[in-house]
């Protein structure tokens, strides 16, 4: 019995002294998230930030603003061999389809791209020629061999919409009377008789 209290004392104390180090051991382990630094030690790592999300779509683009008077006239007519557009700023193109118009041998076939200037101040649309370019089928810059039967410089039409998806070019010039096929120039929204007997497109 004597014996047995000493023994006793003897095992509170190395218990005592191993749980001590065992918290010691814990404290100073570090995250298994961390990395080494340069020395070896192991560096507790910071808190990670979140990336920002990318966004799913792209902002939608702002229509551009048409000019009073000119909507019913803003987009692509064509006639057989010919496309006209009208943007919505007033800015107007055509392009012609001139066929062979260079050499005999070897015909190069040609296309003429026009630029048109917009007058609103008569009241109804009139479209004039500031100029043109010719070009082949390669688009390297031509000359055709003649322009007799083209548009020139200067010369114009008043539009008017004629029917639904239809509109009517009417010649300013006398040149352009004298040289004009079908006036007539249809968008996608004019109907299948439309295209066929006055556009023939």
């Known amino acids: 019995m004597g014996l047995r209290y000493p023994l006793a004392a003897a095992l509170a104390v190395l218990l005592l002294g191993g749980g001590v180090a065992l918290g010691r051991a814990v404290l100073a382990e570090p995250a298994t998230s961390g990395a080494a630094n340069a020395t070896g030690a192991v560096v507790a790592a910071g808190p990670q930030l979140a990336a920002p999300a990318t966004p799913s779509g ?4 702002t229509p551009a603003a048409v000019i009073p008077g000119l ?22 193109t055509e392009r012609i389809d001139l066929g062979p118009c260079r050499g005999i041998s070897v015909p190069v076939r040609c296309t003429a791209t026009a630029t048109l200037k917009l007058d609103l101040s008569p009241g109804a649309p009139h479209l004039v020629y500031t100029g043109f370019r ?25 539009v008017r919409v004629f029917a639904p998806g239809v509109i009517e070019l009417i010649p300013l010039t006398e040149h352009l009377r004298q040289i004009l096929g079908s006036p007539y120039r249809c968008s996608a929204a004019a109907d299948e008789n439309a295209h066929r007997r006055l556009c023939n497109a």
């Open 58 to 61: 792209t902002p939608a683009s």
């Open 134 to 158: 010719y070009t082949g089928d390669d688009g390297a810059t031509v000359v055709p061999d003649s322009l007799e039967g083209l548009p020139r410089v200067g010369d114009g039409y008043r």
């Open 71 to 92: 909507a019913p006239f803003v987009g692509t007519w064509r006639v057989h061999g010919a496309e006209l557009t009208i943007e919505p700023d007033g800015k107007a």
